[in-house]
């Protein structure tokens, strides 16, 4: 065979080994590769409260929108249960991949501070993505009740101590502390009565039988409207966007009063820092969106996105603060 001949077929053969490396690199590479695109799975988020109420419904906006910015639909999956311990326990026993988001409250923190030992560590076990959205508490009166302001109840409950009462749902929650916070704050004798529901606790604000009770805006709001309770104050130090010309309770009174509740997406820790950023970026293009901003708003909530190290400072900060509210008002811990 000549040379030249023979050169040609080694010069070929060469071509197609090189090739045949290079689609085996290609072969090798490929499913490292495709491991890196997020999200490539189902998501959802653990919501540790029943189907209904303003978590859930808000939560359901949110996560809608976001799911149409990762082309992923997130699905919800409620786990009531008594500290958010259970719906803890079913994101950590899931991969740190963050397909599987949970859902936290300001009531993680006051859980922390309530019981005796929470099998699940908030801080250490979990990383936060972004905060969902802020809401306030408000104190309210019956419709015709005498108190046509939060200074006439801090005058009366000051003139004629332990004659007023403050009602709020179960001992233990956040309205109960932000009771509380508020009796210490005012310095005043108001009974605190507790109540099974919301419900409940309405119709006894509406016939008089507690003067004040506390609560979100969302689960009373048709009752507000048509006049048969009326708001004093809202616990934040900043006027509500979804009552503005309601004062603050510092503004009525009380100063430096804050209370400030909070819902929040984290994953669990170990979760790689680029998927953190992009769910971060992911919840921060969906709350600038006007329309979902606006049906958080109908809801009493305020839709608003943050970093990661803002949102955890938050919960330390409302698990030292609750702590110390729980401690002062003498409530067993769990």
């Known amino acids: 065979m000549p040379h030249s001949i023979r050169k040609v077929i080694a010069q070929a053969a060469f071509a197609g080994a090189g090739l045949a490396m290079a689609v085996g690199v290609v072969l090798v590479a490929s499913p490292a590769f495709a491991q890196t695109k997020f999200p490539n799975t189902q998501m959802k988020l653990v919501v540790p409260f029943g189907p209904g109420g303003v978590a859930d419904t808000s939560s359901r906006l949110v996560m809608e929108k976001m ?3 990762l082309g992923q639909r997130i699905i919800i999956e409620n786990v009531p249960g008594a500290g958010g311990i259970q719906a803890a326990r079913n994101v950590l ?12 409250t300001n009531g993680t923190a006051i859980s922390v501070a309530l019981f005796k030992q929470l099998p699940f560590d908030p801080v250490g076990q979990f990383e936060p993505i972004s905060a969902l959205g802020f809401f306030e508490f408000i104190l309210f009166t019956g419709g015709d009740s005498p108190y046509k302001s939060l200074g006439d109840v801090l005058k009366t409950s000051r003139d004629k101590p332990g004659t007023l009462n403050i009602g709020t749902i179960v001992a233990g929650s956040t309205q109960h502390l932000t009771a509380e916070l508020f009796r210490s704050s005012a310095n005043i004798d108001i ?6 529901t919301t419900p409940d606790l309405l119709l006894s604000t509406m016939r008089n039988d507690v003067e004040l009770m506390v609560e979100a805006l969302a689960p009373i709001k048709s009752n507000l ?3 048969k309770i009326r708001a004093l104050a809202v616990s934040s130090p900043t006027r509500s966007k979804a009552l503005p010309n ?12 804050d209370v400030v509740s909070w819902n929040a997406v ?5 979760t790689p820092p680029e998927i953190m950023k992009i769910l971060n970026n992911a919840m921060r293009v969906s709350l600038a969106d006007k329309e979902l901003s606006a049906k958080l708003l109908a809801l009493g909530i305020d839709g608003q996105a943050t970093s990661s190290a803002e949102i ?5 900060d409302d698990i030292a603060k609750w702590t110390a509210v729980i401690e002062k008002a003498g409530i067993e811990k769990r």
């Open 67 to 69: 799911g149409e910015k």
């Open 93 to 104: 026993g899931a991969p740190a991949d963050g397909h599987t988001l949970a859902l936290m």
């Open 191 to 196: 009974k605190h009565v507790p109540f099974k």
């Open 225 to 227: 409207e048509d006049g």
């Open 246 to 257: 309601v004062p603050t309770v510092a503004e009525a009174g009380v100063p430096g009063f």
């Open 266 to 270: 984290y994953v669990k820790a170990g």
């Open 312 to 316: 955890n400072q938050r919960m330390k």
